[in-house]
């Protein structure tokens, strides 16, 4: 009786094992993205984006910034593919500025707060605190950061001289 006991469990186990054989290529394989979207973040990437949905800035509209003012959310109608990541835009004349020029609408620092990158480090914001300087986005984690950044104008010089080693950093 022990032995036949001893043989259901030797051939439970070796079931199992053929299934975790049979099942292991297919787990092993990475999630696919939605069709369109660009490839998960590498080391080494110098946009800050969303790793679900592969949005820069959270899906804002990074022309709105200094053509309205505000943050406003874009739209999945208007959107482009740059620079590895999916840029949203309000309108499709946004989206045909942000074309021609880019580096004029991206955010300093990748879209990293700068009080942050001053202090060293690479740290996620929320893009609507935002501040246009000399023309430039500035994105910010916290409203007290915005403040910070915006009045103490050295916090500047200092994000700057060390955003070369922070984005080293940045996971790509």
């Known amino acids: 009786m022990k032995a036949v006991k001893w043989q259901r469990w030797i051939s439970i186990a070796v079931g199992v094992l053929a299934l975790a054989i049979a099942v292991q290529p297919v787990l092993a394989q990475p999630a696919a993205l939605p069709y369109g979207l660009p490839e998960l973040p590498a080391i080494g990437e110098e946009m800050q984006r969303d790793i679900r949905s592969g949005l820069a800035l959270r899906g804002f509209d990074p022309?709105?910034?200094?053509?309205?003012?505000r943050a406003v959310s874009g739209r999945p109608d208007y959107e482009l593919v740059y620079d590895g990541a999916v840029w949203r835009f309000s309108t499709a004349s946004n989206r045909e500025a942000f074309?021609?020029?880019?580096?004029?609408?991206?955010?300093?620092?990748?879209g990293f707060d700068p009080l942050a990158v001053a202090d060293g480090r690479a740290v996620e914001t929320d893009p609507r605190r935002f501040a246009i300087i000399d023309s430039r986005l500035f994105?910010?984690?916290?409203?007290?950061n915005r403040r910070r950044?915006?009045?103490?104008?050295?916090?500047?010089?200092?994000?700057?001289?060390n955003w070369q080693r922070v984005s080293?950093?940045?996971a790509r």
């Open 168 to 170: 080293q950093q940045i």
């Open 139 to 144: 994105l910010f984690r916290s409203e007290e």
């Open 99 to 110: 074309r021609d020029s880019p580096d004029i609408y991206e955010p300093a620092f990748a």
């Open 63 to 69: 022309v709105a910034y200094q053509a309205e003012g």
């Open 149 to 161: 950044f915006t009045q103490e104008s050295s916090l500047r010089q200092l994000a700057e001289s």
